[in-house]
């Protein structure tokens, strides 16, 4: 048994308290971001759950995806030439129930393929949360201000745009209703390079998600949220593992005149940071998935294995770099100094 | 035998502009298996003798020889590595880890030393020296529960369980009352004849005198 386990099993509290205080904050780490994640979900899940590949838009649309019309011939050529290409449109409206309780959607409507919900005419496909509202499968709908009535042919997971649920119409029904002869923007999935086409601007997944109004913005003050609690974690860990080691120089001292090596010092000071961090942190992303169980209905989380993994490597880090520079002063501390000291 | 040989020790410290000559030039010789005390009034340099024989901090000016080997033009590693083997440490405070056991606290300082041995092995070097120095039946015992002389009875078991050739023991009794330090030097002469140690110890005691081979006495950092 090693003397870092010897110390931990002998100061139980003392690694006890510092345990709690790493739980504690990544637990909150990882809960703002979930939280993070949840509304970006609920902001542009019709856009993120796409697979990775290019958008394309008029290039005088100042990259509005609203002003954005492609050319008919345009579209064709491509859709012709990129099996899994597809033209769609996307547009903020209103849908009335039978009770005429008005609800707002984002309409999308596209060219066949499997990326979107293929809709027949006169019907609607909707994204669940429509339904935990009380719309149920076969009801009428009304959209606003065309007044064209539109059964509900069933609902689809997790499909937002804006904050707001999809509504996904037939391509025809849209264009007669919005009067819209062409598309508004093109996908092309899977290509790892954009490609030139003539009057058309070319946007990588995340380029297109940054051109969506208050996307972007309210992006950045999450990500801004996330990260500075990511810093002050990191601070925090570091200022702890810090004091911990600075309360133990004599007996470092102690142990560097009976001839222990400093790398044994520091393998000691990192086992136990990597115990107490690893124990904390699988505590913390044990909570913060049963979090996903329990939070209200409603509220936007999602943490992603992705996420959790990317932080618990960060937390590690910077515990390992706050463990290491605390380590430094083993490195200084003089054997002679501790003896000076007196007891430890 | 000679074993330790300390030739023209020099030891000065700074302080600004200020420059304070501690040891003015130490000559002393330690035979194998014998106890050498160094004596003398406060800030006569004994101390700082000990502890620059011992390899804790270097000398300025001098040699130190311990079986031929220069220890002065050592390396920190390797003067790290004569501690750990070679040298024992007894404190005025008995120093020990305070979360490992009687027992753990010499396993671990036969891990130091690097000790090849067995865990049966071990285990038997451990009792014997617990046996030695009467704490058998605090083998599992944390030093928050020991008394002052049985804390520095580990001290001394922990300072010659892996067999050192010399023992460094900068005043060992001064933080224990008359009766339990005549104890604990009576220890220490009984264990480092038995195993044949050499000793350098400092004392302030005049009455712990009787149980070592020579004094030597120090004065404004020179032997007198």
Known sequence: MSIAWKEIKKNKMRFFILGSIIFLVSLLTFIISGLANGLSQDNASLIKDLPSGYFYMNSDAEENYNLSRIDHSVQEQMVSKHKDAVAFSI????????????????????TDSRLFESVAPGEIILDRSLKKEGVKVGDTLTLKPFNEPLVVKRFVDQKKFS?????????????????????????????????????????????????????????????????????????????????????????????????????????????????????????????????????????PYHLTNETTLQLSIVFLVIGFIGATLSGMQIKKVEPLQAIQQGEV | MDIFTIDELRKTFTNGDMKEEILKGINLTLKEGEITALVGPSGSGKSTLLTIAAGLQPASDGNISFNGHNLTSMTAEQMRRIRAKKFGFVFQFAHLVPFLTVQEQLDL???????????????????????????????????????????????????????????????????????????????????????????????????MLSYVDHVVKMSDGRVV
């Open chain 2, 109 to 207: 300082m036969l891990d130091v030393s690097e000790a090849n041995m067995k865990k049966e092995k071990r285990e038997q070097e451990i009792d014997y020296i617990l046996d030695r120095v009467g704490l058998s039946h605090r083998k599992q015992a944390y030093p928050s529960s020991l008394s002052g002389g049985e804390k520095q009875r580990v001290a001394i078991a922990r300072a010659i369980i892996h067999n050192p050739q010399i023992l460094f023991a900068d005043e060992p009794t001064a933080s224990l009352d008359s009766k339990k330090s005549k104890e604990i030097m009576s220890l220490i002469r009984y264990l480092t004849k038995t195993l044949n140690i050499t000793t350098l110890m400092v004392t302030h005691d005049e009455e």
């Open chain 1, 91 to 110: 547009e903020m409206g209103f849908l009335n129930d039978e009770s005429d309780k008005q609800r707002s959607v984002a309409f999308v409507a596209s």
């Open chain 1, 163 to 299: 904050h707001a649920p999809v509504a996904y119409l037939n391509m025809e029904d849209y264009k007669q209703m919005y009067r819209a002869e062409e598309m508004q923007l093109l996908f092309i999935p899977g290509e790892n390079s954009t490609q030139n086409f003539k009057g058309l601007q070319s946007f990588s997944n995340k380029d297109f998600l940054n051109t969506i109004p208050s996307y972007s913005a309210e992006q950045m003050s999450l990500n801004m949220i996330v990260w500075f609690l990511i810093v002050i974690s990191g601070m925090l860990f570091g200022i702890f593992f810090y004091m911990m080691n600075v309360q133990k120089i004599g007996l470092y001292g102690i142990l560097k005149a009976i001839g222990v090596k400093t790398s044994n010092l520091f393998k000691m000071m990192w086992t136990q940071m990597l115990f107490i961090t690893i124990l904390s942190l699988t505590l913390s992303v044990g909570f913060s998935q049963l979090f996903n169980k329990v939070a209200p209905e409603g509220m």
